[in-house]
């Protein structure tokens, strides 16, 4: 089982970016999505889940500006990130399955790609 993040990287306050995951040993269409971050000397944050029902819901820090997606054909899922703040400077995981109430805790986790926002 492996989760593969891309599309990280340096983009000033107020621009784009557009991260994806790509799952291999196992089917994401099976499992609730996740995109959490951890920011330097900070917890895990979630940021945005999608229900194997295709549902969607996003932290109040995020909502209308972000946006999640699931491509089943291609078992990847994808983070739209628009109007971005340096507080979203951090790593960003796609993760499988949380295993807690408090989104901590996952069943798989990727490695992650770093965005940084900076003038």
């Known amino acids: 089982v492996q989760l593969v993040e891309s599309g990280g990287g340096l983009v000033q306050p107020g621009g784009s970016l557009r991260l994806s995951c790509a799952a291999s040993g196992f089917t994401l269409s099976v499992y609730s999505m996740y995109w959490v971050r951890q920011a330097p000397g900070k917890g895990l944050e979630w940021v945005s889940r999608i229900g194997n029902n295709g549902d969607t819901s996003y932290a109040d820090s995020v909502k209308g500006r972000f946006t999640i997606s699931r491509d089943n054909r291609k078992n990847t899922l994808n983070l739209q990130m628009n109007r971005l703040k340096t507080k979203g400077t951090a790593m960003y995981y796609c993760?499988?399955?949380?295993?807690?109430?408090?989104?901590?805790?996952?069943?798989?986790r990727g490695q992650g790609t770093q965005v940084t926002v900076s003038s």
């Open positions: 993760a499988a399955d949380a295993l807690n109430a408090a989104r901590t805790r996952y069943r798989y």
